[in-house]
């Protein structure tokens, strides 16, 4: 009884993080873009939230895009979608007004327990779909509960197609998603959180549930990102210069080890995935990493001020580049910002670096924006957005719980202005 009112006494506290938490699992559930989930998700994001615009950041956001959409018309003969790369601007300049905002939300009241009982809800029910999947049963959410329920790519769609064909399937677990990858990213989203909320062994104990989680479904996006966030929280005294230097040599390592087979045999061989990443026949390894690596530089070369995205298809077919996509040119957000936005991206990306707080924070953004090719739809802002909140909150509560209201919890600033003059500050333990 005591446990069900401290529970109950947690919910009220912050009924829109915790709300949000439990809603995770359906991000990727509505009719189309604007009605669905993710929408709802972020309309309740940007209610909660304080904007701020800062002019150097949204500036910068308006001239990139104007000189991007102003080459195409010019030197192209590629047509983007105005109104869509409008909407991809508006996110940006959302994103960095919410970044230098505060929560409206008492954000000092969530609890991180919500997040690691999700975590442990999704280990289960992946552990249950792999079990499942050994035996021939299919327990995927069907295909028409997803905003993109005409992607082939689903679980739900693959074991359609094999039963209509008459042959075996082999389909990792990925929980309530679309894809294993989105399983890793959510995975990333709570242990991120729990990072900052929870006593160290919970700490220990949240990686642990997301490691596993991610080698159940064999994402090898979770398992790189959730580790490299886990170390830079725990190595704060560790140069930012050094731990950025670090990560780019293991991510450089991994590529050079996929593209040359450099991998041991024995170890290729323990799974079907890392046998294809190293053969060079994996497709999610290849759209995400090595075609926007061997693109990257001639795009940048021929398009100084990148090429709009809703031009790309056409840019890169034109040019013999890749075979024709329907969306994103690469399922890697990163590559695609830079392919929009061509050398201006580079200034763009430190300004969101530095208004994320750099370090742990600043990694946790660009794994986002990597995990798809999508560079900035609702469900990463929402992400990105909350996740920063609670972190942000649990460093400015610890130097200045004075200055924190309980009447009034949402009356006091939360978390002061992201820059490069705030100090690091310890974490609280709860």
């Given at each position: 009884?005591?446990?069900?009112?401290?529970?109950r006494?947690?919910?009220?506290?912050?009924?829109?993080?915790h709300g949000?938490?439990?809603?995770?699992?359906?991000?990727?559930?509505?009719?189309?873009y604007f009605?669905?989930?993710?929408?709802?998700?972020f309309a309740?994001?940007?209610?909660?939230?304080?904007?701020?615009?800062?002019p150097?950041p949204?500036?910068?956001?308006?001239?990139?895009?104007?000189a991007?959409?102003?080459?195409?018309?010019i030197?192209l003969?590629?047509?983007?979608?105005?109104?869509?790369?409008?909407?991809?601007?508006?996110g940006?300049?959302?994103?960095?007004?919410?970044?230098?905002?505060?929560?409206?939300?008492?954000?000092?009241?969530?609890?991180?327990?919500?997040?690691?009982?999700?975590?442990?809800?999704l280990?289960?029910?992946?552990?249950?779909?792999?079990?499942?999947?050994?035996?021939?049963?299919?327990?995927?959410?069907?295909?028409?509960?997803?905003?993109?329920?005409?992607?082939?790519?689903?679980?739900?769609?693959?074991?359609?197609?094999?039963?209509?064909?008459?042959?075996?399937?082999?389909?990792?677990?990925?929980?309530?998603?679309?894809?294993?990858?989105?399983?890793?990213?959510?995975?990333?989203?709570?242990?991120?959180?729990?990072?900052?909320?929870l006593?160290?062994?919970?700490r220990?104990l949240?990686?642990?549930?997301?490691?596993?989680?991610?080698?159940?479904?064999?994402?090898y996006?979770?398992?790189?990102?959730?580790?490299?966030?886990?170390?830079?929280?725990?190595?704060?005294?560790?140069p930012?210069?050094?731990?950025?230097?670090?990560?780019?040599?293991?991510?450089?390592?991994?590529?050079?080890?996929?593209?040359?087979?450099?991998?041991?045999?024995?170890?290729?061989?323990?799974t079907?995935?890392?046998?294809?990443?190293?053969?060079?026949?994996?497709?999610?390894v290849?759209?995400?990493?090595?075609?926007?690596?061997?693109?990257?530089?001639q795009?940048?070369?021929?398009?100084?001020?990148?090429?709009?995205?809703?031009?790309?298809?056409s840019?890169?077919?034109?040019?013999?580049?890749?075979?024709?996509?329907?969306d994103?040119?690469?399922?890697?957000?990163?590559?695609?910002?830079?392919?929009?936005?061509?050398?201006?991206?580079?200034?763009?990306?430190?300004?969101?670096?530095?208004?994320?707080?750099?370090?742990?924070?600043?990694?946790?953004?660009?794994?986002?924006?990597?995990?798809?090719?999508?560079?900035?739809?609702?469900?990463?802002?929402?992400?990105?957005?909350?996740?920063?909140?609670?972190?942000?909150?649990?460093?400015?509560?610890?130097?200045?719980?004075?200055?924190?209201s309980?009447?009034?919890?949402?009356?006091?600033?939360?978390f002061?202005?992201?820059?490069?003059?705030?100090?690091?500050?310890?974490?609280?333990?709860?």
């Amino acid at each position: 009884m005591n446990a069900l009112r401290a529970l109950r006494a947690a919910w009220r506290g912050n009924r829109f993080a915790h709300g949000l938490i439990l809603l995770l699992p359906t991000i990727q559930y509505g009719a189309n873009y604007f009605v669905s989930v993710a929408a709802v998700l972020f309309a309740m994001t940007a209610w909660n939230t304080r904007l701020r615009l800062v002019p150097l950041p949204s500036a910068m956001v308006l001239i990139a895009t104007g000189a991007s959409l102003a080459y195409c018309a010019i030197g192209l003969p590629d047509e983007p979608n105005l109104l869509r790369e409008a909407r991809f601007a508006a996110g940006l300049l959302f994103l960095f007004a919410a970044l230098w905002g505060t929560p409206r939300h008492a954000a000092q009241r969530f609890d991180g327990r919500f997040a690691l009982a999700m975590l442990i809800a999704l280990f289960f029910v992946t552990a249950v779909q792999w079990v499942a999947a050994k035996k021939g049963i299919a327990l995927f959410p069907p295909q028409r509960w997803f905003i993109t329920s005409n992607d082939q790519a689903l679980a739900s769609a693959w074991v359609e197609h094999a039963r209509e064909h008459g042959y075996e399937w082999k389909i990792r677990p990925a929980a309530a998603f679309s894809e294993p990858s989105y399983l890793g990213f959510m995975t990333l989203l709570l242990q991120f959180v729990c990072l900052h909320t929870l006593r160290p062994k919970l700490r220990w104990l949240a990686l642990a549930v997301a490691v596993t989680t991610s080698a159940l479904a064999q994402t090898y996006f979770g398992l790189t990102t959730n580790l490299i966030i886990f170390a830079a929280f725990h190595a704060p005294r560790i140069p930012k210069s050094f731990a950025i230097a670090l990560a780019v040599l293991a991510l450089s390592a991994g590529l050079l080890a996929t593209v040359t087979g450099a991998l041991p045999s024995s170890v290729a061989k323990s799974t079907g995935r890392i046998e294809r990443i190293v053969s060079g026949e994996d497709e999610s390894v290849a759209i995400r990493l090595v075609q926007p690596f061997e693109l990257l530089g001639q795009v940048l070369t021929d398009a100084p001020f990148g090429v709009p995205i809703t031009a790309a298809e056409s840019y890169f077919v034109r040019h013999r580049m890749i075979v024709p996509f329907q969306d994103q040119p690469f399922q890697n957000g990163v590559f695609n910002f830079l392919m929009s936005y061509g050398w201006l991206a580079l200034p763009l990306l430190w300004m969101l670096w530095r208004a994320a707080g750099g370090g742990a924070n600043g990694l946790f953004v660009l794994f986002v924006l990597a995990q798809n090719g999508a560079e900035l739809d609702f469900d990463k802002l929402v992400v990105i957005v909350f996740a920063l909140q609670i972190a942000r909150y649990r460093r400015y509560r610890a130097a200045a719980p004075q200055q924190y209201s309980s009447r009034h919890p949402s009356a006091a600033p939360v978390f002061p202005v992201p820059g490069p003059a705030r100090p690091p500050l310890p974490i609280p333990e709860i």
